[in-house]
Structures are given as structure tokens and as C-alpha cells.
């Protein structure tokens, strides 16, 4: 095995290994792109560049017709390309939520990275890497201590369904009392004349869910509930 073939397989490794880490975070938190295809797409991505790089050198025409290639012309359009994998894992929720910005912008840098390693920058992958981890957790994570209050907070959807419209007038100000803050609220009424109340409400990342569904299932008046977090 020659030198170059010796430092392709070299850079594909170093990929695989960024990759893995990049991936091994996503399943962790089990989203829905882990460690297959984090995987899947620094390995092909740093591929692709290498591909792009050696055919602008090994094919650059002859006496007779002079040909001009851009060796990162292949790898540019991984950048582009990449997107309707990020398509994929944004999600809307019912409650008008979005969920895997995150793990979107997580599948765009492992192509970044797997580009990276393919164009020889070794160093500059293994550092964008460990700045990948630490913005998505060690930052979020420290801001959650020292950082504003709005950062410290977790929003969660509730949808009630009272017995009766007077009831409203006590079971909202008792949520407040948990010290919670509404951050929206849209109540309709049900076929069966019953009012149908769903809220947002922003509280205490440390608080958990189940204390509110248990301290609010109590009240008085409340004939269904359901709760919903994001963490």
C-alpha cells in the first residue's frame, strides 16, 4: 500500500472517529439522527472532498485541451446538499413547538467536519469538534446556573378540560401559585358545554414535570389533564 492510499484511509479514519463523537452525543440524548448517520455522513463527506481534491490533479487535461477544475467544487456542494437530511429532523410539534434545529445544525458541521479532515485540516477538525460539544453541552449547561432567568426556564404545555366555566376563575390563579408563568393560554369550549383550557407555562428547569401534574390534577373542577415537556 503506497503513501497516498495510506493517508486517504488515515483521513477517513480521523472522520469516522469526529463522527462517532458528534453521533455518539445525538444518541445520548436519543434524537432522531445518532450515531449511524453522523457516522454515515463525515466518512462520505470527507470522501467526496478527497475525491474533489485528487481528480483536479489527476485530471487536468492534456496539450491539447486545458482543462480547469475546482478541487473543492465536489465538496461545496455537500454544504447545499446536506440540507434535506437537516429537512428531516425538524419537526413541528402539535402545540406549534419545533424541535431538531439542533440536531440539524449537529448534521450540517459533521459534513463540515468530514470536509475538514478530506481537505488535510486535521487540527482545525479536531477543534471544531471539541467547540461542537461544548457549545450543545457545556455552555447550555453553565448558562442554565449563572445565566438570565429566561435561560433557566422550561416551557410545558398543559390541556385541562373543567366541569364548569366558574371554575376557571380559581384553577388559573392556583397554577400561578406554582410558581409558574403563562405564557399563553387559548380556551374553547367542548361539544358537551365543558371548557377546554390549554396553557404554556414557563417554570424552574430544575421543577419536575410530574409535580405539576400531580399538584394541578388536584384541584378542584379538573376533570382531564394532560401535560407535556420537552425535557
Not at 472532498?49 to 456542494?77: C, H, K, W
Not at 455537500?78 to 406549534?96: K, P
Not at 479532515?117 to 455552555?139: D, K, Q, R, T
Amino acid at each position: 500500500m503506497t503513501g497516498p492510499e495510506l493517508e486517504v484511509l488515515m483521513k477517513l479514519g480521523i472522520s469516522a472517529i469526529l463522527g462517532l463523537i458528534i453521533g455518539l452525543e445525538r444518541e445520548l440524548k436519543r434524537k432522531p439522527v445518532g450515531l449511524k448517520t453522523s457516522l454515515v455522513i463525515s466518512i462520505v463527506s470527507c470522501l467526496l472532498t478527497i475525491v474533489s481534491i485528487e481528480s483536479a490533479y489527476v485530471f487536468p487535461g492534456n496539450d491539447e485541451i486545458n482543462i480547469t477544475m475546482d478541487p473543492l467544487r465536489l465538496a461545496a456542494q455537500i454544504v447545499s446538499g446536506i440540507g434535506f437530511l437537516g429537512a428531516g429532523v425538524i419537526l413541528r410539534r402539535g402545540n406549534d413547538s419545533i424541535s431538531g434545529l439542533t440536531t440539524a445544525a449537529l448534521i450540517w458541521g459533521a459534513a463540515g467536519i468530514g470536509i475538514a479532515v478530506g481537505a488535510g485540516y486535521y487540527m482545525e477538525a479536531v477543534a471544531g469538534v471539541i467547540f461542537l460539544i461544548v457549545s450543545v453541552e457545556v455552555i447550555p449547561y453553565l448558562l442554565g446556573l449563572v445565566g438570565p432567568r429566561q435561560l433557566r426556564e422550561k416551557e410545558i404545555t398543559i390541556k385541562l378540560i373543567v366541569e364548569h366555566k366558574e371554575d376557571i376563575a380559581a384553577i388559573i390563579p392556583a397554577i400561578k401559585e406554582q410558581k409558574a408563568a403563562i405564557r399563553r393560554m387559548k380556551i374553547k369550549d367542548t361539544e358537551e358545554g365543558q371548557p377546554h383550557i390549554q396553557l404554556t407555562i414557563a417554570v424552574d428547569y430544575r421543577r419536575k414535570t410530574t409535580d405539576f401534574y400531580y399538584n394541578i390534577s388536584k384541584l378542584k373542577g379538573v376533570k382531564f389533564m394532560e401535560i407535556e415537556s420537552m425535557h
